[in-house]
């Protein structure tokens, strides 16, 4: 029997108990590796953007190196995979949104401090043994010539299922009697775009009685309850890599009414019942949320996804692995024999 391949999954984000996060598919991927037989170790540090954090960070990461051996080093965001040079052990990078395409400030607009990341993130692709990419539109903020996978986050289908309507509500103590869309991001995140989400709400017919409901905060558990629970999840991110929570409501056969974002397009492609907003208007997103929600029922959105069990996707990433443990870490430098002389 052959030794299991040793991981140390190094990353700034990690769901933490009592506290909102989004990062459980991260968490997710680190559970599934373990149960196909992966050793799963997990580096998890603070960035808060603050440069003490990333250098003594730093410092503890490479006291650790120092005494432990791994196959593969596998860094979760960009930015956190700067951590690990010099490198020891072979580098595997997923980039996941924002440490690639930018951070979204008050206003809409990009932040200096995202910039920087960008920065930091680019030059780890050029250095890394492998990249991974969660959508395909994320490879155009790639340094040219890098090589990469697009792997998406994956699901579990076991938590991810559509539930009874009523019993979801009874669950979160919600309203029976009237039409509920579900805001699934944190309303303080620019990025999220709360207040467009609002103003399409506002414009839609009173008369249908919708209210929208919030789920940031819940426990990570009960969010399948709530997509379960609407009738409709509202999405209008301004920048994304492969949101979650939009293949999550699929998962939930939860119909989706969506901006055109990161990789939304192709999720929703033929899946009947959801809406891609032809543009990013309130009225246009009103318009489409009023004709699912007039439709009414859920949409066939699991059947869609299947191809994003999280145990398919866990093979590919062993793959990845394996490749860089074959491949050495530093190639040989070329080195030409002299032409004869005639």
């Given amino acids: 029997m052959t030794a299991p391949i040793r991981v140390l999954m190094i990353t700034s984000h990690w769901p933490t108990p009592g506290q909102p996060r989004t990062t459980y598919f991260i968490k997710r991927q680190a559970d599934f590796l373990r149960a196909a037989g992966v050793d799963v170790d997990v580096f998890h540090f603070q960035g808060r953007r603050n440069p003490w954090n990333y250098l003594s960070a730093w410092w503890r990461l490479h006291h650790r190196l120092a005494r432990n051996h791994y196959d ?19 580098l595997v990078v997923t980039y996941r949104g924002s440490d690639l395409l930018g951070e979204v400030g008050r206003g809409g607009r990009y932040t200096l401090m995202g910039r920087i990341l960008q920065r930091v993130s680019r030059a780890v692709a050029r250095r ?16 040219p010539g890098v090589p990469f996978h697009v792997i998406p986050s994956g699901l579990d289908f076991e938590l991810f299922r559509s539930i009874p309507r009523d019993e979801a509500r009874r669950h979160l103590g919600l309203a029976l009697d009237r039409p509920l ?4 991001g944190s309303p303080e995140w620019p990025r999220k775009r709360f207040g467009l989400a609002q103003a399409a709400m506002e414009r839609l017919d009173h008369r249908l009685g919708v209210e929208l409901v919030v789920a ?48 939304v397009a192709t999720r929703l492609a033929g899946v009947a019942g959801c809406e891609l907003c032809a543009d990013e208007r309130p009225e246009t997103i009103a318009a489409a949320l009023e004709r ?10 699991r059947a869609a996804v299947q191809e994003l069990d999280e ?10 692995y394996r490749s860089v443990m074959r491949r050495p870490s530093r190639p040989a430098p070329v080195v030409e024999a002299p032409h004869a002389l005639p």
């Fill in 181 to 184: 869309v579900l805001f699934a």
């Fill in 292 to 301: 699912v929600l007039r439709r009414g029922g859920r949409c066939a959105g």
């Fill in 72 to 90: 593969v080093m596998h860094a979760q965001f960009g930015h956190a995979g700067l951590l690990v040079f010099p490198k020891r052990f072979p």
């Fill in 216 to 263: 940031w905060g819940a426990p990570h558990s009960d969010i399948p309850y709530f997509m379960s629970a609407c009738d409709a999840l509202l999405f209008t991110s301004m920048q994304e890599g492969s949101p979650n929570v939009v293949k999550e409501a699929l998962a939930c056969d939860l119909p989706v009414v969506s901006v055109p974002v990161g990789d």
């Fill in 128 to 143: 890394a043994d492998a990249v991974i990419v969660v959508s395909e539109h994320m490879k155009e903020e790639l340094p």
């Fill in 311 to 320: 145990r398919l996707l866990t093979q590919r990433v062993i793959d990845i």
